[in-house]
Nanobody, 121 residues
Framework: QVQLVESGGGLVQAGGSLRLSCSAS????????MGWFRQAPGKDREFVAA???????LYADSVKGRFTISRDNAKNTASLQMNSLKPEDTAVYYC???????????????WGQGTQVTVSS
């Protein structure tokens, strides 16, 4: 099992930036893919971005060109740099770890507790 802790959420104006971090412990971090998902009030959890253990990256169309996912295996962390934020990006953001960098949430075995991102208009 992997323990994941997200940080970096907060309140930002539209057009602004935030950087989310996910700190992992418990298993060999470098052997697994990392994913970011988000859930807005009243909506289903949705895929945001993922990075494979070989640094292949995958993004949802809604964030492509604005968000960048990265990982630092030496520090057991993954990050999500979010630029040009929009009010519709408001959600709780979760990081997760699993065998493959895919959009399907069921692929991911362990999840963090989430961090709130609020974008004001």
């Amino acid at each position: 099992q992997v323990q994941l802790v997200e940080s970096g959420g907060g309140l930002v104006q539209a057009g602004g930036s935030l950087r989310l971090s996910c700190s992992a412990s418990g298993r060999i971090f470098s052997s697994y893919a990392m994913g970011w998902f988000r859930q807005a009030p009243g909506k289903d959890r949705e895929f945001v971005a993922a990075i494979s253990r070989f640094n292949g990256r995958l993004y949802a169309d809604s964030v492509k060109g604005r968000f960048t996912i990265s990982r630092d295996n030496a520090k057991n962390t993954a990050s999500l740099q979010m630029n040009s934020l929009k009010p519709e990006d408001t959600a709780v953001y979760y990081c997760a770890v699993g065998p493959m960098a895919v959009t399907f949430a069921g692929n991911y075995d362990d999840w963090g507790q989430g961090t709130q991102v609020t974008v004001s208009s």
